[in-house]
């Protein structure tokens, strides 16, 4: 087994610029600064304590410099959802919470939950990561324009608003060009594109934030994908919420991005339509039919990855 309960285990938590380090079972915290000198401080400490995994706490990008340089060193790294270390942390105790305290944390959640391996992203897994990042910057700023000029009254002021409005579109139409020439410019996303898209309901949109976001997709099992998208149902057998089921955690991203997909093939999609029609045959409110059908989807998807199989059902008309 790769994580061991052998190994030896550093907590790193990560800010923009410092690392806070931890060996596990130790209670000394190294303070490194996040450049090249730091890393070179860092590799004595390796060497020191013949670690061999590493556990990152993700920091929207300020930990990819530091996970490189673990795994050029022949360090395991995993790259922990900050979430599971609140949560745990929780359950632990420890309320307080300080870069040193934190990475005393990330250290004991390393060794007690054996977080799995991340794999390094190739680069353009990451030059796609960014453009998606962007994307979603834009297209949320552009919907704060839009609805701001639904309420502004002012002529100067509506004109800077769609002003701005233009800029962005501008953007969104830049950004979904340079996104489709990188899908089709690399053979394994422009595979996974066609598979994706063969799909009733799922665009090129859609797609390019499925591979960006969950490049974990074929190589899931059926628990793994839900739950790493936040639809898996969890149970809320405890007071009032007795027999209730809810979803949460997983990468919000990803379950965001599926709504609207799921919504076009609840109606253009006989297979999902059809599971959704008869969720609302059974009582289900609209949300919890919609939820389970993006479940449904997301499964879809990942078992046509798995087999490297478009869609094909032959009752669709």
């Not at 061999?52 to 990008?61: I, K, P, R, S, V």
Request: include cysteine.
């Amino acid at each position: 087994m790769e994580n061991s309960l052998q190994s030896t285990w550093i907590g790193v938590d990560v800010a923009k610029r410092h690392w806070d380090v931890v060996v596990a079972g130790q209670t000394q915290v190294h303070h490194f600064p996040a450049d090249q000198e730091g890393c070179q401080q860092l590799q004595q400490l390796l060497a020191q304590h013949q670690v061999t995994h590493a556990c990152l706490e993700a920091t929207g990008g300020y930990e990819r410099m530091l996970a490189d340089f673990l795994r050029e060193q022949g360090i395991v790294v995993s790259i922990a959802n900050p979430r599971q270390i609140r949560d745990f942390a929780r359950v632990q105790g420890q309320l307080a919470k300080t870069d040193r305290l934190d990475a005393l944390v990330i250290a004991r959640y390393a060794v007690l939950m054996q977080p799995k391996k991340t794999k390094k992203p190739s680069e353009n897994e990451r030059k796609l990561g960014s453009l998606r990042t962007r994307r979603q910057q834009v297209s949320d700023a552009l919907t704060r324009e839009k609805n701001r000029l639904g309420t502004q009254h002012d002529d100067l002021v509506r004109q800077s608003i769609e002003e701005a409005i233009d800029f962005y579109q501008r953007q969104l139409e830049q950004l979904d060009q340079q996104i489709q020439q990188l899908l089709q410019a690399d053979d394994q996303f422009r595979e996974r594109s066609a598979l994706l898209t063969s799909v009733p309901g799922v665009g090129a949109t859609t797609a390019a934030a499925l591979i960006a976001h969950l490049p974990e997709l074929g190589s899931l099992n059926r628990g793994e994908a839900s739950r790493l998208a936040g639809l898996a149902p969890i149970n809320r057998d405890s007071g009032t919420l007795r027999g209730k089921r809810m979803i949460g955690g997983g990468r919000a991203v990803v379950r965001k991005m599926l709504y609207m997909p799921t919504l076009v093939a609840t109606k253009h999609n006989r297979v999902i339509r059809e599971h959704y029609q008869q969720l609302l045959q059974r009582g289900k409110a609209k949300m919890i039919a919609l939820t389970a059908c993006m479940r449904k989807l997301l499964l879809i998807l990942n078992a046509m990855i798995k087999t490297n199989s478009t869609w094909n059902d032959p009752r669709e008309t």
